[in-house]
């Protein structure tokens, strides 16, 4: 585990989260649940570093920040669960199903966004506003920058992982299971838990308990995307 937190801390650029990610593409099979979400967030981390190189946020500095802090998060996760650790709440839905032959890919993906948007991305952006000594007011275009390119992964993600026509059946219950979980609510709640985290950053206690209820929530709501299905 001391390994594991050490490879994690040492993360400190895009491009090294570009090479853990990519690591990870190549010593997993390819139908793992973890690959599946894996693969989606290398996607949208070269993007980020395509559009950091072409000078498309207006501060880089800031915004290559908070990518790190967040992709800090994923990797943790990772870790902990391959070693001795034990992950987020949030993270051990997808974890504990990443082999489960009645969960579809499209699941896996979603599963990985809702933990890592609706729980890590909060925390990401304290650990940024602390690392940059700035207000969460500070990084909210680039919050947003990022937040819309995720919204388009993610409406790529439903096209490239759709099981087929099927799924145009009212009655598929995968079809339940989308319409139940939105990404662009998702990301509106992260903005308020950051901002409530940075004002609570001075009451240790009550920022630990939000936290914590922030982290069982996320994880239920992936526990429920995560549902086997019939094939």
Known sequence: MGQSAQLTHDVDTVDAVVARMRALDA??????????FNRVYLAVTEEVGRRLAAGRFADARAAATLDV???????????????????PACWRPLFQFRRHPGV?????????????????????????????????AA?????????????????????????????????DPLTHLLG???????????????RALWALRRLPDVAG???????????????MLLTPLPD
């Open 27 to 36: 010593a997993l099979p390819e139908r793992d649940g973890l690959a599946v």
């Open 69 to 87: 802090r967040f992709a800090r998060r994923y990797l943790a996760a990772v870790d902990a669960a391959d070693g001795e650790g034990r992950p």
């Open 104 to 136: 579809r890919p499209l699941q896996f993906a979603l599963a990985g966004i809702n933990a890592h948007i609706g729980h890590d991305l909060a925390l990401a952006v304290v650990d940024a506003c602390r690392a940059l000594g700035c207000e969460p």
């Open 139 to 171: 990084l909210e275009d680039d919050f947003d920058r990022v937040g819309d390119l995720l919204v388009s992964l993610e409406e790529r993600v439903r096209e490239d992982l759709m099981p087929g026509p099927d799924l145009l059946q009212i009655a």
């Open 180 to 194: 139940a979980w939105s990404l662009e609510k998702a990301r509106e709640a992260t903005w308020s838990a950051a």
């Open 209 to 223: 308990e939000f936290t914590e209820r922030l982290d069982a929530a996320v994880g239920l709501a992936g526990r």
